[in-house]
């Protein structure tokens, strides 16, 4: 079997490990479905578990996860979307209560953006993934004086606001956060000290989580 | 702040118990970069976290999730192209050696698909998006005296090799997979009881991943 | 049979001595194809053969061999690219994982150049394909006191930072380069004491491999 | 240093296996310059090293190598060549004797060619480079009931024929195999049992190379 050994020893671990605690809400999940009432729309960075960063649960979290988490908007083309068909099994579906955009530092799709980097194959699906962030870039203005490292985290930051505008492009998400029968919310995770900040509307600041006392 | 409580207390539950052991890893891999070997294309469902079923540490597994574990075919139309661009940033940037196509049982995108469900949204963005899976029908052919939990198992397996086909329609993938730089999985959890099968690729077949002994 | 008797003899020598303890790695070769990790860009000098140097059996080294193991920037103009061709087969089909630009001393190429040698033909190839060390001659200014071989040595090294420069032009390269995927290294084989010296990147200086204690 | 352990390791054995041997004739090398009489154009590939194969000592073959041992045609429009810049450095500099071209099996170059794959960068090198052997595939005819295996073998050994054409569009070669000052001659490899075949340019066919009784 050339299945990679890494996994196969992973997932002994797991059912020596987490599984048997577990066992029966997988059961339960299995039989009665899902119910998370929290979305989550991180990267597909591995450095950003949302499970691990949440410590969730088998059935706690609906979780997408794409280059730069990002959110293109809503457009009804008859195309395939894949973020726009998660929101939709998400919100009209499964009826979560919660969407998280789930940034963070060094992030590779970002840096790609920032650094305009030449193409790297004809189809060039990074260069035009991460136009997703043109508004973002424009709402922070030039790199001017800020040292690269610097005007990154601006923009991963900047993105999540921008993600959070793309979702109020859906229709159906729209209605239902103006209804109060749904919440977004942004995160950013720096992968370093392993710091969560979340983000204040109000200000549009990204304030750390308190540590618990 | 209106951040949802079991977020923050889970945060804080990573906080004190996993941060602590794995706080080095995360700075070196802050400061040196993520190098994943492993690739998983999973489903958003709440229910199967590739970390959680590989027991997977930070680091290790570069995660994509939609809507059905899906891989849209290559096509190069300078459209927004989520998997292809995690494809492209997994393979031509990070050089990945493996991707595992992660499938599971009671999926709710082939649910509706198998179903013919009506649209919810004039976009029907999970109706075009699961549109994907149709040579994965065919492939299996009518339902017939199939109990539908029968055949929804059956579509989800297909599916899987269906995204496996279409991994090879991108030029990058197919030639690394030709050349043995790259390999392709596919893999199958069973939520209810936490098993885990493995596609053998030469007859097709899932076969349970054996227990340890 | 006019093919050189030298040739015949040198093959019936490998068949009698290397070939019969290697013939089971050559057949395993054949068949699951070649897996290279490191790719050499070396000279086609007779002096510096790479596998000799490196001690290297079948399957281990990429190796491509031209006058002054140069690399051409990157020009997508659609002409023929012979390092451009290997460069992309390398890192983009066989993923390897280091690429070591190999230069060495009394190099035919680099003495054209810094002779400033008249054509030989009217097409006067050499002088044209030696004109890439142009930056690694500016980058160590006049020759003004050096005698004409130690000028030629400081080319020969300036000439492989130089490669290494244009090995980062290629975006396929520099993005597998900034995520830590491939590494470039630079090294300089001394033909009259068969001394090695790998560049310090750091330094932008040569230190000779130390001798094994 | 992390210049690859694998190579540091080789290093060590060559300065402590074959250099003590061939110490004086390195030496002899750098002082007296090289003057190789058989100059080989070989494939990149990590199978099939001139050195190895026909057990040769240092300063005995100059080597060019790129993907698929290709020669482009005379082309002096003053654009970096460097298969061309090698020729005029072999048979105009050193005045080698023989030029061998020396092909292979399982080559991946020909294969790409074969197996028409689309580009994997936007200046798709590879593919830029291969269509040198378009007049070896019209020379073949079409694949008809040949399997793809067959085909590419018989790609590979007509490519050496077109590669031995082009060298004769160089003014300089050809006056020289003319005046019977120069001989050019083909060789195939068969990597998995480490057989030779040279070319009798009579019948343009490929002969093994008789084992010594």
């Keep these: 079997m050339s299945f990679p050994q890494r996994l196969i020893d992973g997932y002994n671990a797991f059912t020596a490990g ?6 029966h809400r997988y059961r339960e999940l299995a039989e009665r479905g899902q119910h998370p009432e929290i979305m989550v729309i991180g990267c597909c960075d591995s450095r950003v578990s949302p499970e691990v960063i949440f410590d969730a649960g088998p059935g706690e979290l609906l979780v997408i996860r794409n280059v730069g988490n990002l959110v293109p908007p809503h457009q009804p083309d008859g195309q395939y979307h894949g973020v726009s068909a998660a929101l939709e099994f998400g919100v009209g579906v ?6 998280v955009v789930l940034g963070h530092a060094q992030c590779g799709g970002v840096k790609a953006f920032a650094e305009h980097a030449e193409p790297i194959t004809p189809g060039d699906f990074i260069g035009h993934w991460m136009t997703l962030i043109t508004p973002a870039a424009e709402r922070i203005g030039p ?4 040292s690269m490292e610097e005007y990154r985290a601006r923009l991963e930051k900047a993105s999540i606001l921008s993600s ?6 859906f229709p159906l998400l729209r209605r239902q956060v103006e209804a109060g029968a749904l919440t977004l919310h942004g995160a ?5 000290r392993g710091e969560l900040s979340v983000l204040d509307q109000a200000s549009g600041e990204f304030r750390p989580v308190p540590a618990r006392g």
Excluded: C, W
């Design 188 to 192: 950013y995770f720096g992968v370093a």
């Design 94 to 99: 499964l009826a979560v209560k919660h969407i």
């Design 18 to 23: 987490r599984l048997p605690s577990e066992q």
């Design 143 to 146: 790199r001017d004086g800020l």
């Design 164 to 169: 959070l505008d793309n979702l109020m492009t």
